[in-house]
């Protein structure tokens, strides 16, 4: 079946803009989690749905970064007056529910801040 | 400090030699750990989830073992092969499934 997609692949924007990254999740998967990963660095925790229950927002570097996500459908990861710093991968994952069950990765979407 | 650390940053290695790279953490209390390849460009893909019981753990040519009481674990690369060339993050689950990555040990392959 279908693995999870993140769209689009590549973003380039100028610094001040706004950008809108999207997940798609593997049906059925209940728990979806972003990350961050920057050049050279691991990964790092943004913010994580499950279900219906309030997301785990405590990743999240400023609020500049807020994210959505309708029932257990697509998510969106929406960065505000972009800043150079926020230049990375950025990684969408589901899994099943959350706790022991495998996490199934996006292949990230690259934003680039100029 | 990181919470994980893991050990060699990078390592390149002859094909068809062994390898093993090093994860440790300080995290508690632990619910399971990780081991993921991540490919230049690609998302991360999972190798082994190990619980607190498990010792070790083999996916092919991967083996990965736990010694929950020093918070070590290490993946062991048998027969290593050029696609092995990857980042390998380790990923400890802990507490309210809270999540703590390693940097990740960057391997390279070469014939």
């Known amino acids: 079946g279908a693995g999870v997609s993140q769209s689009p692949s590549n973003k380039v924007t100028e610094k001040g803009k706004d950008v809108e990254l999207r997940c798609d999740p593997i049906?059925?998967?209940?728990?979806l989690y972003w990350y961050r990963q920057r050049l050279g660095q691991g990964l790092e925790f943004l913010i994580y749905?499950?279900?219906?229950?309030?997301?785990?927002k405590s990743g999240l570097p400023s609020d500049r970064f807020s994210a959505e996500r309708t029932g257990e459908s697509v998510s969106t990861l929406t960065i505000q007056r972009t800043q150079q710093e926020d230049s990375a991968v950025y990684l969408c994952?589901?899994?099943?529910?959350?706790?022991?069950?495998?996490?199934?990765f996006g292949p990230g979407t690259r934003l680039t801040v100029t | 400090k990181n919470q994980v650390e893991q050990s060699p940053q990078s390592l390149i290695i002859l094909e068809g030699k062994n390898c093993t790279l090093q994860?440790?953490?300080?995290?508690?209390?632990?619910?399971?750990l990780r081991w993921y390849k991540q490919d230049t460009g690609r998302g991360p893909v999972s190798l082994t989830i190990?619980?607190?019981?498990?010792n070790t753990k083999s996916n092919g040519r991967y083996t990965a073992t736990l010694d929950a009481d020093t918070k070590q674990s290490s993946l062991h690369i048998t027969a290593s092969q050029l696609s092995d060339s990857a980042s390998y993050i380790c990923?400890?689950?802990?507490?309210?499934?809270?999540?703590?990555f390693g940097k990740g040990n960057q391997v390279v392959v070469i014939p």
């Open positions: 994860c440790n953490y300080t995290v508690s209390p632990f619910s399971n």
């Open positions: 190990m619980t607190f019981s498990e």
């Open positions: 990923v400890v689950i802990y507490g309210n499934n809270r999540l703590a």
């Open positions: 049906s059925g998967h209940t728990a």
């Open positions: 994952a589901s899994s099943l529910a959350s706790g022991g069950y495998e996490q199934y």
């Open positions: 749905f499950q279900g219906n229950s309030a997301p785990d």
